[in-house]
């Protein structure tokens, strides 16, 4: 079972000092395969993506940047993987992102299906490609079997594994598994786990990206209130929990949205 972990890019200088010592904790522990970063489109945002891959990469990290393809043109696109190529960069999460504000245009690379078929066509088997995964459906799909063929497509055009929004309902992806073999995906789905270590921004987050939090846990963490530490014990009983449930129901392996700390991942483990 393969374990991997996910970073934000920080945007100030004590928050890159932040990272680098979470990262330091969680290599130590000498359980994770790799690290994924989260990308921006922007300019600045986009910079501080390479900024954390690089920081990553140099303390002994395999790293695998996302990319996304929205608003992107295949020039900028070849650029960017020109450079990961040329410094070592051997893994990719692609997605299809959000269109960037003010942009109207789409580009060449309006689903995330799009964005794997070039990659493989003009690179072939230089990068190990991960997409997403919405157990619970993407939150702009017209219905379930729309985007469980549109996963299938995105899988079917040379994707190695995908990787699943975060959920906490183990049945959803045991159901978004089946459904999937039925159209052919055999790679792995890997489950995306997220700590729970406060409540408000977790349910902020869940409602943002259309992630269900099951009823009996908002109500039990609602009556937390200010509570932060009957919230964390409670938030890792329900994950450590969940992780087990998913481990019998065969997941191939776990990647821990870190939210750029160490500590509950590695309890979890």
Known sequence: MEYSVEFF????????????????????????????VTYGAGGSTRDRTFAAVD??????????PHL????????????????YRAAGIRRLVLLRGDLPSGVVDPGPFRYARDLVAFVRARYGDTFWIAVAAYPEYHPQAKHATADLDAFAAKMA?????????????????AHFS????????????????????QFFRLARFADSCGAEIPRWIRRKMEG?????ASIRAFGHE???????RLRALGAPGFHFYTMNQAEPTLALL
């Open 178 to 197: 089946d459904e999937a073999a039925r159209r052919g995906v055999t790679q792995p789905i890997i489950p995306g786990i997220m700590p729970i270590t």
């Open 55 to 64: 920081a990553l990469q140099a303390a002994g990290w395999d790293v695998a």
């Open 224 to 228: 937390f209130g200010d509570d932060v």
């Open 238 to 244: 329900v994950v450590a929990r969940l992780l087990e």
């Open 9 to 36: 890019p920080p945007q100030t200088p004590e928050g890159m000092a932040k990272l680098s010592a979470t990262a330091q904790k969680l290599q130590n522990s000498g359980r994770f395969a790799y690290a994924s």
């Open 68 to 83: 996304s393809g929205i608003g992107a043109t295949e020039a900028s696109i070849v650029t960017i993987l020109d450079r």
């Open 157 to 173: 055009a040379g994707a190695d594994c995908a990787i699943t929004q975060f959920f906490y309902n183990p049945d959803a992806y």
